[in-house]
């Protein structure tokens, strides 16, 4: 039988893009992804065509919530029409596309989904802030609710 892992790393990440930080109360829904292209996790959510959907980012769709981590999904993402737990409230990892600090306002480029603390030109999520802070792009925890 041939190997079929030769490396492991001598750690884990600390965190990964979707993660649910914490074991704090959080309200998780589930969706269908309505996206050909699917969903990767860590990433904004809007409003589907039917109630029950979801598909990435778009300009002219209202905020979802976040794609939380599944490590049973075999492609690494939600593809189309599978369930997707998306978080409404509670604390999550995503990627911080700029610096942020603690208590910054969350907003989103609608048409990318790309996070940020920057109003110009996003969309700012509601009841969200940044949890913990970067000192440039990087991976931070992001507060829903």
Avoid at 134 to 140: D, E, H, R
Wanted: with cysteine; net charge negative; aromatic share 6%.
């Amino acid at each position: 039988m041939p190997a079929i892992q030769t490396t492991y790393a001598a750690t884990h990440a600390r965190w990964v893009e979707g993660m649910v930080l914490d074991m704090e109360p959080n309200v998780i829904v589930t969706r269908v992804a309505e996206d050909a292209e699917g969903i990767s996790f860590g990433k904004v959510c809007v409003q589907g065509t039917a109630d029950n959907q979801v598909v990435d980012s778009e300009a002219t769709a209202k905020f979802a919530g976040i794609a939380v981590l599944d490590t049973t999904q075999p492609t690494g993402k939600y593809e189309q029409y599978a369930n997707v737990a998306v978080m409404k409230k509670g604390v999550i990892v995503v990627s911080a596309s700029e610096a942020v600090a603690v208590g910054d306002p969350v907003y989103y480029t609608p048409a990318t989904g790309v996070l940020s603390k920057t109003s110009t030109s996003n969309t700012l999520i509601a009841n969200a802030q940044w949890d913990t802070s970067t000192s440039g792009a990087g991976l931070a925890a992001l507060r829903l609710g």
